[in-house]
């Protein structure tokens, strides 16, 4: 497939880099985890193959072979031919269509995923675009036009219903089932974050404690797949305390001097020396990933425990969610 | 061995080993990572180094998974059950457990346009740029850990009497293994990435290589050497490498 307009920041990902962090090389990744688990489910890939996530605005892409695809996360309109496609469904697309996004209407990140994955040199495990050591990825870099994407083989279950929606002249074909999890319900949309308490809660001034989990929180443009900036209310420590750099993970929630929130994303580097107030529960980082700039949220304080417990109903969920559409996917060949 | 474990979310633990950075410290890290490398605990993702902990990364599910199978405890939290598995890890270390520091030689060449501050840390600290060089090289580092940029080495040991304030404006790019010093630290650029260190001098090694397994030269627990190179010794070693 031919890159004809790249869009804002298109890279390639996958669910990350693991086991290189104790050499200083960040994760990477996609940012939001369960709708790129979802978009490989649905064009039959085994969790881990590379798909493209788009920003905000959306590519061109011209597809030069008859490919099965797959649109989830942010809805940025997206056109074949001229034409408005459903998302979260398999979409048989034939040889010479053209897929266009429009207005991003809702989220922030749409992932594109592609029956087979796409296909660049796995450097150190992974295929992620790490940018700013220009490792991975497509040359180490965000796609531009006139960049060509190979895309890898489909799977037996892929081929299925590929064949199937194949059946005929038109140029794309749309399932008529789709999955879109707990993705786009109003529960995902109330901007509430769920976080459990961070290593330095403590050393926070109660008022700063109770600013945090009951005023509200802007997300900030100077945002990225580093980490997101929000603004509101100051946060201040009781007294200023020496911190030792240590491990930080995708969810948590620094306070630097100037009393401003960074949450360290998909890019963060791996170790961080800024007091951590919270800890967002990985329950919500898809709804995290999805906030664009403006976007105004309010943290809500669970236990650790009710974190796990959140994590494995997900999971669960998914898991359904997996056998589902490979019922699906099968029944799409008979 | 004294240590805390504190969940980094839900997905995370960090097992602190103390609250100063110290070379004793330093040991207890590099027992407990060289442990996890060579018996990755059921379930861990992996595994990060620093200054006075380690953190396990692990997947909840794969964790609850083999708590299931061994019927350890009640398996319904993964965090204590990871916790269980770290502790019992810990256990296994004893005070023989004492690994041999590597030793590593860092060829630099000081000063000229591989290193352009040089003059301003010595008129700093009203030395010569020969007294700085000498400071610079008689010392042994230790690599604290690998963090910030892929291959970054946190060194702890340099002399008070080389230091030198950041630069007031970073500058855009600085060449792979350029050495510099910023406050009471020195470190060594692996990419080539902005920065705002006073550069004394550059390095003709690969402190970060894709082609070597791991890819990076250092690793946390290094004890690290300096030593002064000729440009042309620099040319002949750089060349040498590609």
Known sequence: MKIVKPGLQTTIQDAGRYGYQRFGVIVSGVMDQLVYRIGNLLVGNSN??????????????EFEKDVLVTITGGDFSPKINDGPVKMWRPIYVRAGSVLKFGACTA?????????GGIVVPEIMESRSTYLRAEIGGFEGRALDSGDSLTIGERSERADHIFQQLS?????????????AAEWGTEANQNGIIRVIQGREWNRFTKESQEKFTNTEFELTPQSDRMGFRFKGERLELSEQVEMISEAVSFGTIQVPSEGNLIT????????GGYPKIAQIASVDFSKVAQLKPGAKVRFKLVTHKEAEALYLEQERHLQQLEQGISLKLREGGE | MKYELHPLGDLAVIVHLGDKISEETNVLVRNISLLLEEQPLPGMIEFVPAFTSVTVFYNPLKVLQNGKRNRKRTPDSPYELICGEIESAIHKIGPENKIEARNVKIPV???GELGPDIELVAQHNNLTTDEVIEIHTEAEYLVYMIGFAPGFPYLGGMSEKIAAPRKESPRLKIPAGSVGIAGSQTGIYPIETPGGWQLIGQTPLKLFDLDQDPPTLLRAGDKIRFHPISTAEFEKLKGGQE
């Open chain 1, 167 to 179: 059946d005929s002249e038109l140029p794309y074909v749309e399932s008529d089932w789709f999955s």
């Open chain 1, 264 to 271: 360290l994303l998909a890019d963060r580097q791996t170790t």
């Open chain 1, 107 to 115: 989220g922030c990140r749409s992932y594109l995923s592609v029956a």
């Open chain 1, 48 to 61: 881990g193959e590379a798909c493209l996530e788009m920003t905000m605005k959306g590519p061109e892409i």
């Open chain 2, 109 to 111: 060449c000081y000063g």
